[in-house]
T-cell receptor, first 112, second 111 residues
Framework: SQTIHQWPATLVQPVGSPLSLECTVE??????LYWYRQAAGRGLQLLFY??????ISSEVPQNLSASRPQDRQFILSSKKLLLSDSGFYLC???????????FGPGTRLTVL | QKEVEQDPGPLSVPEGAIVSLNCTYS??????FMWYRQYSRKGPELLMY????GNKEDGRFTAQVDKSSKYISLFIRDSQPSDSATYLC???????????FGTGTKLQVIP
């Protein structure tokens, strides 16, 4: 079965610092991968998705970027964090039946 | 107008009650409908899905889709304190199109 790992689980970073969040998946090959951000009262916001190594599509213009250096690795980065980057970051992969999304455990980011 | 509207709650019910959670949507192209349950500080987990209109039952949970009214529901029978969570509806038109999520309804089942 498919498993999604995310780390770290929680992170507190100062404004202006860099960010690197990692997502790795097991039990599947060539998955479609997604980064979402969940902010209080705002639901799930799709940030990036990737259909393969080196292929990244951005949904929302912002100071975040994503990379997919390996088939089962998806990385979310920032050079300089903003206060507004605080939130719960979720990595997801797409199921094979009907676009259903399976989510990882998430990383809670607080920018101070 | 948002593509998907969901009452944020919170919804507080006594243990054993029947719970009704609802979403409305505006995009008539949506064909696949999902419900996710999210416990505090955890990632959402897929609870149920339905395709097109109709009902689907899984234990104490029933998902209902009315495409003519653009309205979907999740019913929870004999609610338990362990059902206390945020429930998100989600939908997509399929064909590798992105999934659109509701903002979630927070449910608390009181023992």
């Amino acid at each position: 079965s498919q498993t999604i790992h995310q780390w770290p689980a929680t992170l507190v970073q100062p404004v202006g610092s860099p960010l690197s969040l990692e997502c790795t998946v097991e039990g599947t090959s060539n998955p479609n991968l997604y980064w979402y951000r969940q902010a209080a009262g705002r639901g799930l916001q799709l940030l990036f998705y990737s259909v393969g190594i080196g292929q990244i599509s951005s949904e929302v213009p912002q100071n975040l970027s994503a990379s997919r250096p390996q088939d089962r690795q998806f990385i979310l980065s920032s050079k300089k964090l903003l206060l507004s980057d605080s939130g719960f970051y979720l990595c997801a992969l797409m199921g094979e039946a009907y676009n259903e999304q399976f989510f990882g455990p998430g990383t809670r980011l607080t920018v101070l | 107008q948002k593509e998907v509207e969901q009452d944020p709650g919170p919804l507080s019910v006594p243990e054993g009650a029947i719970v009704s959670l609802n979403c409305t949507y505006s995009n008539s192209a949506f064909q696949y409908f999902m419900w996710y349950r999210q416990y505090s500080r955890k990632g959402p987990e897929l609870l149920m899905y339905t395709y097109s209109s109709g009902n689907k039952e899984d234990g104490r949970f029933t998902a209902q889709v009315d495409k003519s009214s653009k309205y979907i529901s999740l019913f929870i029978r004999d609610s338990q304190p362990s059902d206390s969570a945020t429930y998100l509806c989600a939908m997509t038109s399929g064909g590798y199109q992105k999934v659109t999520f509701g903002t979630g309804t927070k449910l608390q089942v009181i023992p």
